[in-house]
């Protein structure tokens, strides 16, 4: 007795055909946008790690990354309706949004934080803007970001220092007065 064939096409070729065919695995697009989120992100991480922050150079490539990959991933789902589209966005932005408020601090009397909360929004919008072929923006977000975090975090230190000095002198100031 020979094994019972079902008629028509066999799984494999259906499974074949549907994953692997021509129009639906295309590999290359997708690896090169996730390569170009990933490339985009590492300075912002490698900042961050530099600068001994609570996400850095594994993190922000990763946000940048899923953020990419989500996009794509719902792109043949959202390619006849914009709103949809727009709903991932938005939920990616709420997403990105809750990572980053747990990023942030609060200690005594200051906050500790919210440079790497924005730095993974960004990430995130990084990420977006690449999906959707919006190569302008994601170089620009990285760009602005970088800038951003490597000279204002000089001015930064003169800013917190002089305050330092400042308070100190007004404490000084308040011991030296005579009844």
């Given at each position: 007795?020979?094994?019972?064939?079902?008629?028509?096409?066999?799984?494999e070729?259906?499974?074949?055909?549907?994953?692997?065919?021509?129009?639906?695995?295309?590999?290359?697009?997708?690896?090169?946008?996730?390569?170009?989120?990933?490339?985009?992100a590492f300075?912002?991480?490698?900042?961050?790690?530099?600068?001994e922050?609570?996400?850095?150079?594994?993190?922000?490539?990763?946000?940048?990354?899923?953020?990419?990959?989500?996009?794509?991933?719902a792109?043949?789902?959202?390619?006849?309706?914009?709103?949809?589209m727009?709903?991932?966005?938005?939920?990616l932005?709420?997403?990105m949004?809750?990572?980053?408020?747990?990023?942030?601090?609060?200690?005594?009397?200051?906050?500790?934080?919210t440079?790497?909360?924005?730095?993974?929004?960004?990430?995130?919008?990084?990420?977006?803007?690449?999906?959707?072929?919006s190569?302008?923006?994601?170089l620009?977000?990285?760009i602005?970001?970088?800038?951003?975090?490597?000279?204002?975090?000089?001015?930064?230190?003169?800013?917190?220092?002089?305050?330092?000095?400042a308070?100190?002198?007004?404490?000084?100031?308040?011991?030296?007065?005579?009844?």
């Open positions: 007795m020979g094994r019972r064939r079902c008629p028509g096409p066999h799984l070729s259906i499974v074949f055909a549907q994953f692997l065919g021509p129009d639906h695995f295309n590999i290359v697009p997708h690896s090169v946008a996730l390569a170009l989120a990933y490339v985009l300075p912002i991480g490698w900042n961050r790690e530099h600068e922050r609570s996400a850095g150079l594994r993190t922000f490539p990763l946000v940048a990354v899923a953020s990419c990959g989500f996009i794509q991933a792109e043949s789902l959202t390619a006849q309706s914009p709103e949809a727009a709903r991932i966005v938005e939920g932005i709420t997403g949004g809750f990572i980053g408020g747990g990023a942030i601090l609060r200690r005594e009397d200051s906050v500790k934080g440079a790497t909360a924005a730095s993974l929004w960004v990430t995130g919008a990084i990420g977006v803007s690449v999906g959707l072929g190569l302008d923006v994601a620009m977000l990285s602005v970001t970088v800038a951003t975090l490597w000279i204002m975090a000089p001015l930064k230190r003169i800013g917190v220092q002089t305050k330092r000095e308070d100190s002198s007004t404490k000084n100031d308040e011991h030296h007065v005579i009844d």
